[in-house]
């Protein structure tokens, strides 16, 4: 089998100064002056993956991706220092996507999300609903409670060799939250022996849960130190929060959120993101269409549900009833 071409290069890079304390990388790829979109890393913590691009048809759209606070080019950086969790909040990113709309000049876009960029794409939405031409979401996530309580706990029992080994990093927490709490705390130790342990330990729980597709090379940035590091402290910084979400859960959505066209794509068995969440936000989204695939897949570059994805940003070009 022939090797897939290389993803199209950016036609244009920059540095988004939030006047926060953080600089934003971005990109732009595809086709000036073609249908707009923004594609949000999952994570939180993974940066903007060249295969987020490949999702898209490049001669029909102009796909804006960045690193979010704290990871990828952007910094201050969460491997280097705990700054970079100051004013790093799912405000603060909703704020960073806004900034990234208003300096490209652009009334409306396609918003495309994957595992945790789903949960970002879907607080983006319901903040600013007449910004969003449709949404694209992919292993979707709402980062709610239930949710983290079944990643960190109830998924223990499908995996039960691979979570004692996670559970025993941090013995004395028990599953759940305070589990997140308690890594979090080993990830912010100063002492290098601790905090990397501790981030080599929860990438490999995270790995176990998604369960890679064989058919595909796993991404060496999971053996870089500081990829680990970073994410970790970030997922943990997200996470131990409820992604800052549970005062205003996106499950009901409100009018603005319910009234946005989207393409929803889940694969059936995703231990890393249970297809109850996908059904539930697909019966409350009046507009929404649901691809519910077999298999346990959840990254959307992964097989089968990058070409459903592909699929789905394919078929919002052709809906008439959508408004660029």
């Not at 290389?6 to 934003?24: K, N, V």
């Not at 940066?47 to 490949?54: D, I, N, T, V, W």
């Not at 064989?214 to 870089?224: F, H, L, V, Y």
């Amino acid at each position: 089998m022939a090797a897939p071409c290389p993803p199209p290069e950016p036609f244009e890079t920059g540095i988004l100064d939030t006047g926060e304390g953080h600089r934003i990388y971005w990109e732009r790829c595809g086709t000036p002056g073609g249908r707009p979109a923004v594609a949000l890393h999952g994570g939180p913590g993974s940066g903007a993956s060249p295969r987020l691009r490949r999702l898209f048809d490049l001669e029909r759209y102009c796909l804006t991706l960045f690193d979010q606070r704290g990871c990828g080019r952007s910094r201050p950086h969460a491997a280097e220092t705990l700054a970079a969790l100051e004013a790093n909040t799912t405000r603060h990113l909703i704020a960073d996507i806004e900034r990234l709309r208003a300096r490209f000049g652009l009334a409306r876009w396609l918003v495309f999300g994957g595992s945790w960029g789903a949960t970002l794409a879907l607080a983006y939405a319901r903040a600013h609903p007449s910004a969003v031409a449709a949404l694209v979401l992919a292993g979707v996530t709402t980062t709610s409670r239930a949710e983290i309580e079944w990643l960190y706990g109830g998924a223990g029992a499908r995996r039960p060799e691979a979570f004692a080994a996670f559970r025993a990093a941090a013995p004395e927490a028990e599953p759940g939250l305070a589990l997140v709490a308690a890594y979090a705390r080993r990830l912010q130790d100063p002492d290098p022996g601790t905090h990397r342990a501790a981030a080599a330990a929860w990438c490999a729980w995270e790995q176990a849960l998604a369960e890679p597709d064989p058919a595909t090379p796993p991404s060496p940035r999971w053996s870089d130190p500081a990829f680990r590091l970073a994410f970790t402290r970030l997922v943990t910084h997200y996470f131990g929060h409820l992604a800052w979400l549970a005062a205003a859960p996106i499950l009901p959505p409100d009018p603005g959120l319910a009234a946005i066209p989207a393409w929803l794509v889940q694969s059936r068995g995703d231990l890393a993101a249970p297809a109850a969440t996908a059904e539930a936000l697909h019966a409350a989204l009046p507009l929404s269409r649901l691809a519910l695939l077999d298999g346990t897949v959840h990254a959307a570059s992964g097989r089968g549900m990058a070409e459903a994805t592909t699929a789905a940003t394919g078929a919002a070009l052709r809906d008439p009833s959508l408004r660029w």
